[in-house]
């Protein structure tokens, strides 16, 4: 990974302002989750935009073009178009040379976009991948549901990953468990509709996120550590060779529960959730970009990501940071 960029929009709403809408309060939220603020975009706001300005970042801090670029991988569950949006931003960023598809994987998209790109990689096919995480999952919340609404943000962060005689990715383990469903779910509901006598389609919409948390947050604690482990284990690593713990940013308590699983120290982990909320996949790569930025993260660092949440889908992610 040679360089990581990220954009999130600019109007915020901190927890006090969100007693506006559901009975709760900031002590609540602050307590329960770590979340204080979160970002969320404005009608005319778009996800191609949020991913482009992120994805130039990268790409310029990688010191590459966008006409390097072989590959562009959207990690993402709130598209701009259900066909997907990675196109549109292939177009914005005039990556010419470049094919483009969606990866659809909830709050797990970027971890498991990263050891999809890391293929392509290895088997030789590219040189030159674009992987960026990004949702605006305001547009699906229901703002009614203080369950869910004190939870989510929007946001993207994207990162390039360039061919090395070395390989970066160290270990990984991913995870899907489709009988779990249901505690996570952002469903279309079919409406019948007669087309002409004896036709019949499902002509629908798509109903707000629905959530279990209890069962999410147990999933969560429980699933987490194990495939980091699994992951640790194939990269032949101990845990205290790790220089930073970056989870998807969910819940401090998750976070917190899982590090004193694996007995890892507090300093070594990244954290930024109490800013920007749960940002599904874009959450990890913004909260890479701003360890880089803030010059924490440095070449040569190891870092275990992990990533949860909706599928349900979990998994963990060992890489070395930097050419
Ligand atoms: N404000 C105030 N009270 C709230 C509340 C809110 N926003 N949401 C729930 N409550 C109330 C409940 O109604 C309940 O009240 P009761 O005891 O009178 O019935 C009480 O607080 C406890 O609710 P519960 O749902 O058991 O809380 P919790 O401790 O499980 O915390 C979550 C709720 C959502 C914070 C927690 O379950 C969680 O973080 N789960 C994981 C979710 C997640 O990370 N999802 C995304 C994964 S990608």
């Known amino acids: 990974m040679t360089g990581s960029g990220s954009a999130v929009p600019a109007i915020f709403l901190d927890n006090q302002g969100l007693t506006e809408l559901v009975d709760t309060s900031d002590e609540w939220i602050t307590t329960r989750t770590g979340i204080r603020q979160r970002r969320l975009a404005e009608a005319g706001e778009s996800l191609t935009e949020l991913s482009t300005v992120a994805s130039r970042k990268a790409i310029a801090r990688a010191g590459i073009t966008p006409q390097d670029l072989d590959l562009i991988i959207l990690a993402t569950s709130s598209p701009d178009d259900l066909f997907g949006s990675a196109c549109q931003i292939q177009a914005e960023l005039a990556a010419s040379k470049a094919v483009a598809f969606d990866l659809t994987a909830a709050c797990s998209g970027f ?44 946001g993207a962060g994207a990162v390039v990953l360039q061919a090395n005689s070395c390989d970066h990715l160290l270990g990984f383990e991913l995870k899907s468990d489709g009988t779990q469903y249901n505690y996570l779910t952002l469903a279309y509901s079919p ?22 948390g209890k069962e999410v947050y147990r999933f969560a604690v429980q699933k987490v550590p194990e495939v980091i482990d699994k992951a640790l284990f194939s990269a032949n690593l101990s845990v205290d060779q790790i220089d930073w713990l970056l989870l998807h940013q969910a819940n401090q308590r998750i976070i917190d529960a899982v590090r004193e699983r694996l007995n890892i120290p507090e300093h070594k982990v990244i954290s930024n959730l109490a800013n920007y909320g749960n940002t599904s996949a874009a959450s990890i790569p913004i909260a890479l970009d701003e360890a880089v930025q ?30």
């Open 111 to 154: 971890v498991f976009g990263l050891v999809t790109a890391a293929q392509y990689i290895r088997t030789g096919a590219y040189e030159n991948v674009l992987l960026i995480g990004a949702d605006i999952l305001s547009r699906w919340v229901d703002w009614q549901d203080r369950g869910t609404c004190i939870l989510f943000g929007d």
């Open 294 to 323: 803030e010059g924490k993260i440095k070449p040569g660092n190891i870092i275990v990501t992990a990533g949860f949440g909706a599928g349900l889908s979990w998994g963990a992610v060992i890489f070395q940071w930097g050419r």
């Open 191 to 212: 409406e019948s509709t007669d087309l002409i006598q004896g036709v019949n389609v499902g002509k629908g919409n798509f109903q707000p996120i629905a959530m279990n």
